[in-house]
T-cell receptor, first 112, second 113 residues
């Protein structure tokens, strides 16, 4: 039930755009996006809820297709500080109730 | 506002021992969630506590348990440690729970020998 993230890794030059995708085989109730830099804790980027509500940073955008159980994170005009591993976290319901399952991560490297 | 704090930051234990990790949430946050991060399995949700009650639980064996105190501080306990329990244990606090913005602590690095 772990969501699939694509691509696994991407290398960009400063100023270029990137899209990171997250898809699940389970019905999703919300999707969260986090960025983690090496040796640091994950940092919140965005939450997308069923029904279209979003909470997040102004410079980050994302979409959530509830029917396809997919979400995409859009990084535009990338900066060096965008480098890190991006995780999607998906809220699902299973035998244990409300569960939260992370994807394996997408490693993003932004070069000068 | 102080962030989420976790103690200890590093811990070395041997197989069969037990360990207790502590997490102090951001002031005013009533939800504390625990996660295990390993290179092989990635980030995995352990459980969430809200107002001293376990509200949600991931797919981990009963050796992993936790509790939350009236001041919202939380502890996680792992009994009968196995080599595979070596990981970074992260806690996150939020106002409303795992569907709300989560603020992560720096983590506790547990090594089981």
């Amino acid at each position: 039930q772990q969501p699939v993230q694509s691509p696994q890794a991407v290398i960009l030059r400063e100023g270029e755009d990137a899209v990171i995708n997250c898809s699940s085989s389970k019905a999703l109730y919300s999707v969260h996006w986090y960025r983690q830099k090496h040796g640091e804790a994950p940092v919140f980027l965005m939450i997308l809820l069923k029904g279209g509500e979003q909470k997040g940073h102004e410079k980050i955008s994302a979409s959530f297709n509830e029917k396809k159980q997919q979400s995409s994170l859009y990084l535009t005009a990338s900066q060096l500080s965008y480098s890190g591993t991006y995780f999607c976290g998906t809220e699902i319901r299973d035998n244990y109730g409300q569960n939260f399952v992370f994807g394996p991560g997408t490693r993003l490297s932004v070069l000068p | 506002k102080a962030g989420v704090t976790q103690t200890p930051r590093y811990l070395i234990k041997t197989r069969g021992q037990q360990v207790t990790l502590s997490c102090s949430p951001i002031s005013g946050h009533r939800s504390v969630s625990w996660y295990q991060q390993t290179p092989g399995q990635g980030l995995q949700f352990l459980f969430e506590y809200f107002s001293e009650t376990q509200r949600n639980k991931g797919n981990f064996p009963g050796r992993f348990s936790g509790r939350q105190f009236s001041n919202s501080r939380s502890e996680m306990n792992v009994s009968t440690l196995e080599l595979g329990d070596s990981a970074l244990y992260l806690c996150a606090s939020s106002l409303a729970g795992i569907t709300d913005t989560q603020y992560f602590g720096p983590g506790t690095r547990l090594t089981v020998l």
